[in-house]
């Protein structure tokens, strides 16, 4: 019974300290172009590390990126752009934030405590808005109406995942007619617009998305009908 849990014991403790020495691995950052990337380093032990060495550096040894030593810390490789978070230290934490990131940040990047023979790895992805420029997304509009109320007919019209930034309208047969304020929202550079109207009057009506800047427009059509008027 002794000897088991000696055994056991003796097999904890060496995984443990398996994972105190080996290389962590395996966290990505994804960031868009032009954002603050945040790269996540923490010792997990809640340690004081305000005078306690590290350092970030970019693809191996080639470039570095982050030096915290007790009293200055430094940024050859990208001056003036890297910081850590002050408060966070005090609980073990040495991430960095590396200002408005340039498809030229992206890489493997190594979070080092030299005297605790910790690292860390995370690599940065930077996702290019360009890439979404070379590769529009044709707007589609597609079509909805609520129930009758008795102010009329409530018209909905949904694109989604368009880019470069569609205008959209609603028209009956002759004019483009009233609509509400577009709610719009981005994501990656691709834009999701709904658009509605109100109509009191039987009929064609259409909803129009244009995207000038690919010559693209694309419209459907949806027939109303009034009753009781
Ligand atoms: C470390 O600090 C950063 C920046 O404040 C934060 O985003 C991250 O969640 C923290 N990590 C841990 C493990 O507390």
């Not at 991430?95 to 979070?111: A, E, L, M």
């Not at 028209?171 to 658009?195: A, C, H, M, Y």
Request: with cysteine.
């Amino acid at each position: 019974m002794e000897l088991l849990s000696l055994l056991f014991m003796s097999s904890c403790f060496l995984t443990l300290s398996g994972l105190t020495f080996g290389d962590q691995s395996g966290t990505s950052v994804i960031v868009r172009e032009g954002d603050d990337a945040i790269l996540p380093c923490s010792l997990g032990t809640n340690e004081n590390i305000e005078h306690v060495r590290f350092d970030w550096t970019k693809n191996g040894t080639e470039k570095e990126v982050y030096i915290h030593d007790t009293g200055v810390d430094r940024s050859p490789a990208l001056p003036g752009r890297v910081s850590h978070f002050p408060d966070d230290l005090q609980h073990g934490n040495a991430s960095i934030r590396i200002n408005k990131v340039q498809p030229g940040d992206g890489g493997n990047y190594t979070c080092d405590f030299p005297s605790r023979r910790k690292t860390f790895r995370i690599k940065l992805v930077v996702d290019s808005v360009l890439k979404v420029r070379n590769d529009p997304g044709a707007a589609e509009p597609h079509v909805t109406s609520h129930d009758q109320t008795n102010v009329g007919v409530l018209l909905q019209c949904d694109v989604k995942n368009a880019h470069p930034k569609p205008t959209v309208e609603w028209w009956d047969s002759n004019n483009q007619i009233p609509s509400e304020k577009p709610q719009v929202s981005e994501q990656r550079g691709r834009f999701n617009i709904t658009l509605k109207a109100t109509v009191e009057k039987s009929g064609r009506y259409r909803c129009v998305a244009k995207q000038e800047e690919i010559k693209h427009q694309a419209q459907k059509e949806i027939n109303v009908h009034i009753y009781g008027k």
